[in-house]
């Protein structure tokens, strides 16, 4: 083992690079010493050039041979041994003393196996970086996967036949009755949406009529915009006004959204007292094609407008009926101070 010369990191005898910041690791030690030269021989006295041998076959009577011209051979001189080849390093084998624990990081590049703490391979110094998971599809893609799964496992031949028809009848009752329902539920569903969504507008009658009217609180005063102004039924000989009615007649046919009423003679706690208050009341709304829609409401006993939510088509008359009253006390009257409607536009 030995340390990092760029980090200072430990680096383990197993691993060609570092693991902190992914240096080389260079095991290959010092390059070696450079030979020594070898010693210089001396060199000796050059020998002495040899005399032509004299024969017999030359006769007494041969001339001697003239001298040569051309100058002599040099001597062969002294040659020094050769330097020795420097042998290169022997390739070092690969030591491998990593210990496989269940957490290590396998390199994209080598697919080495790495210890979790380290950020590069330490077989070719790639970046390690944990693999992540793959995403979790969303329901219908697991619906679709399931389906493909379960047509290819199917088994063919009669029986498989058999119950693809099955399943082709079973989706096409199905998409036959949604068709129904939306051909039957269509427009309601469309005008609930657009009847939640939409801001109604005021709408106002054209005619108001009572079943009776105390002095000086005709009909018209309970759409005339203000809620001091009040209708009130006649004060009956006996009881309270039970069954007395305000109607309201509109120009043209509309889709009512809500109901406000404005109960009681004032919006002041001590004139709203003093009159009686009307407690439950039946809504009766005439639509244009003849019919009728009734709803009864419980409205609270406080000077403050209560809405109330009707949604219907096609309305031409409203009508008010009491019910029952709130403080009902001889000399007092059951006081409606304002009804407003208001239509989807």
């Not at 493909?148 to 498989?160: A, D, E, I, K, Q």
């Not at 949604?311 to 007092?332: C, D, E, H, K, N």
Request: charged fraction near 20%; hydrophobic fraction near 40%.
């Amino acid at each position: 083992m030995r340390t990092c010369e760029q980090c200072g990191v430990r680096v383990s005898a197993g691993d060609d690079f570092c693991g902190g910041c992914g240096a080389f690791a260079d095991w290959q030690g010092e390059s070696p010493a450079p030979a020594a030269s070898p010693p210089e021989w001396p060199a000796g006295p050059e020998p002495d050039e040899p005399e032509p041998a004299c024969t017999e076959a030359d006769g007494p009577s041969a001339a001697p041979a003239p001298p040569s011209t051309s100058p002599a051979p040099p001597p062969p001189a002294a040659v020094q041994p050769g330097a020795p080849a420097v042998r290169a390093p022997a390739p070092r084998a690969a030591v491998d003393d990593h210990v496989a624990a269940p957490d290590d990081l396998h390199c994209a590049a080598c697919a080495t196996a790495n210890p979790a703490a380290r950020s590069f391979c330490r077989r070719c110094g790639a970046a390690l970086a944990p693999a992540a998971a793959p995403p979790r599809l969303s329901w219908w893609r697991r619906c679709l996967r399931w389906w493909r799964r379960r047509r290819t496992n199917r088994r063919r031949g009669p029986s498989g036949r058999v119950g693809r028809v099955v399943s082709r009848v079973l989706v096409l009752a199905l998409l036959a009755a949604l068709v129904d329902a939306g051909v039957g539920y269509g427009p309601r569903i469309v005008n609930a949406l657009r009847d939640r969504y939409t801001a109604p507008a005021p709408v106002h009658g054209v005619s108001e009529t009572a079943s009776s009217a105390a002095p000086g609180h005709p009909a018209s005063d309970a759409v005339d915009g203000t809620w001091n102004h009040y209708w009130a039924p006649a004060d009956p000989p006996t009881g309270p006004p039970v069954g007395e009615w305000l109607e309201v007649g509109f120009a043209r046919p509309f889709r009512l959204l809500d109901l406000v009423v404005h109960s009681g003679a004032s919006d002041q706690q001590d004139e709203f007292l003093k009159q009686a208050r009307p407690a439950q009341v039946e809504i009766t709304v005439s639509v244009d094609a003849g019919r009728t829609v009734q709803k009864t409401v419980q409205l609270e006993d406080k000077p403050a407008p209560q809405t109330i939510h009707l949604p219907v088509a096609g309305v031409t008359r409203i009508r008010l009926t009491i019910r029952s009253v709130y403080g009902m006390q001889p000399s007092a009257l059951a006081a409606v101070g304002e009804v407003e409607f208001f239509e989807r536009p």
